[in-house]
């Protein structure tokens, strides 16, 4: 069964510290994608980026950063230099299949960033 | 701003009433989603179709549940004889021909069910 687990209910850190979101999946299939969302206070979800369970190359996106590895079914998110924006419920999701129907999600994880 | 859009906004109404929500994807996304998301949870994946053809329902979707997408464009998701149960956001989705892994999310209509 595929599962989504951010362990990390709530975040609070104060701007420009850095701070990790955790995300841990389990899967059976050997082609699968994983995405982060970003949920702020409005509501609406922004999609932040996809990896494909053959790409393990970290990523880095301006102050954003991705940690996959496969080896501990893990798929952290990092942020450098945090700000008061940042704050939102950022979700984890899984997808197996290659057309990318179900999004499996997390129950997020909620970041306040106070200044 | 040609993003997902979802009507209504918010919707309020007492158990036992039938209510309809409607998607409109970004145009010539050919895949739609929706998918439903309670209070601290993740949202939680109900239905899906490409174009007009609905290929998947979650066992989430009971029979009081019903989704259209009649001409392959805008979608509906009707609720029967609703439940406080039922009381939740319902987001919708849509994703193009050519990468249907990146889904473009849509604000949500919430639900209250008194």
């Known amino acids: 069964a595929q599962k989504v687990t951010q362990a990390q209910t709530e975040i609070s850190v104060v701007e420009k510290e850095d701070v990790t979101l955790d995300c841990v999946y389990e899967t059976r299939d050997t082609t699968y994608y994983l995405f982060w969302y970003k949920q702020p206070p409005s509501g609406e979800l922004v999609f932040l980026i996809r990896r494909n369970s053959f790409d393990e190359q970290n990523e880095i996106s301006g102050r954003y950063s991705w940690n996959f590895q496969k080896s501990t079914s893990s798929f952290n998110f990092t942020i450098t230099a945090s700000q008061v924006v940042d704050s939102a419920v950022y979700f984890c999701?899984?997808?197996?299949?290659?057309?990318?129907?179900?999004?499996?999600f997390g129950k997020g994880t909620t970041l306040s960033v106070s200044s | 701003d040609t993003g997902v859009s979802q009507d209504p906004r918010h919707k309020i109404t007492k158990r036992g009433q039938n209510v309809t929500f409607r998607c409109d994807p970004i145009s010539e996304h050919n895949r739609l989603y929706w998918y439903r998301q309670t209070l601290g949870q993740g949202p939680e994946f109900l239905t899906y179709f490409q174009n007009e053809a609905q290929l998947e329902k979650s066992r989430l979707l009971s029979d009081r549940f019903s989704a259209e997408r009649p001409k392959g464009s805008f979608s509906t998701l009707e609720i029967q004889r609703t439940e406080q149960g039922d009381s939740a956001m319902y987001l919708c989705a849509s994703s193009p021909r050519t990468s249907g892994l990146k889904q473009f999310f849509g604000p949500g209509t919430r639900l209250t069910v008194l």
């Open positions: 999701a899984l997808s197996e299949n290659q057309a990318g129907t179900a999004l499996i």
